[in-house]
């Protein structure tokens, strides 16, 4: 059976892809079965095996999926950004609101899933290069503090690990979008000329 890719899904399939994301968002995605998702989808368990042969597989493309846009989104609320600190701030920010739909059993099951973890710790570690990358300008320009931004993004990719696993929940009882813009406001008092 072939798999579509992203580039080349059906109407339906993009459709279903997408209810396949707010649904493992809002309730996770290891306790359901193939069968589970295709009686809650209103399609059939063929039309699933099309977008993965697998449920493990479907579960790891459905997050690939969710980061994917999440990417997309983010860099586009960012890019209208010219003032440095304004740039970091609304990065972090859109990563708190690309991120505030995923509740705290699809983190569960993320971090249980080891494709799934792996997925979220590579879009962290690209997300601290991009803050990196932003704080690495704002140095350059002057707005920012001499800092090391490698150092700073370390920092940062460690606390965005720490809130994807609800450790920073548990430690601090801040939902996930909260945790990100006390980030961003912790960070800017940090460097800020």
Known sequence: MTVADDGALTRRQAELLDQLEELFLAEGFVGFTLEDLAVRLHCSKSTLYALAGSKEQLAHRVIRHFFRKATTAVEAQTVTESDPARRVTAYLSAVARALAPAGAAFHRDLDAFGPGRETYERNTALAADRVREL????????????????LVADTVTTLMLRIGRGETARATGLDDATAYRELAALLLHGITV
Do not use: K, L, N, Y
């Open 135 to 150: 704080i690495a300008d704002g140095v350059a320009q002057g707005r920012f503090r001499e800092v090391h931004p490698a």
